[in-house]
């Protein structure tokens, strides 16, 4: 996220050139122009280091967030290209320059768009799970129940395995997370308690809820 942000303020930074052009005030917009040399370079190069650390995350954003991103890699491609064969395009590169920078505009303030909305509703599934009921696999026959929880950012499927009327074993089929893996060993502590109410690790709370939703799903929406 943060790595995000500072791809956002590169790009606006270097919009400030369009702005200060239109005034009469040479001094600034010779600043400026320093500034758009800079920024624009580090915007380009943040774009792409960005890219290859969220990439791992793709499964775990909305799609259009995904496909809005790609396309600004295409625009701050196109910007680069526009500079480096400035001279064969001639005035036609100005156009392409500033073409592909509104596209990196638009699709930059929808993918902004996405990435609340999605961090937001990420937000409300957490806090939904701020209570779970106590794990009863009395009645259950002898054998392997599934659960998953999904929260969008943090997903986990397990396995629970039952035997003679109790948890014999929790296996974590799946568990999509960013920092949350340490939340892994919380399944240890539930078989141990026979119970969901144990105390989530230390650092990936939220891992923890999900995991701890996944078992709950698997034993009670049988």
Known sequence: MILGILTAVAFFLSGA????????????DCFALQVHKFSGTAFLLLAVIHAVF????????????????????????AILLSHIFTKR????????????????????IGHVAFGITSFTAYQKS???????????????????YIG???????????QVTVKSEKIDQIDLLEHRNEHGKPAEK??????EKQSLQVDAVSGATNSSKVIKAAVQNALLHQ
């Open 17 to 28: 050139k369009w702005i200060t052009k239109r005034l009469k005030w040479k001094k600034l």
């Open 89 to 108: 395009l001639g005035k036609n590169w100005l156009k392409i320059h500033r073409i592909a920078s509104a596209v990196v505009l638009l699709c930059l």
């Open 148 to 158: 998953e929880y999904d929260a969008g950012y943090i997903y986990a499927k397990v």
């Open 54 to 77: 969220a990439w791992r995350l793709r499964f775990q954003r909305p799609l259009w967030m995904l496909v809005l991103g790609f396309v600004m890699l295409g625009g701050a491609a």
């Open 186 to 191: 919380i399944i240890s502590s539930i078989t």
């Open 126 to 144: 957490i806090q939904s799970l701020s209570t779970f009921q106590e794990l009863n696999p009395v009645g259950l026959a002898d054998g392997a």
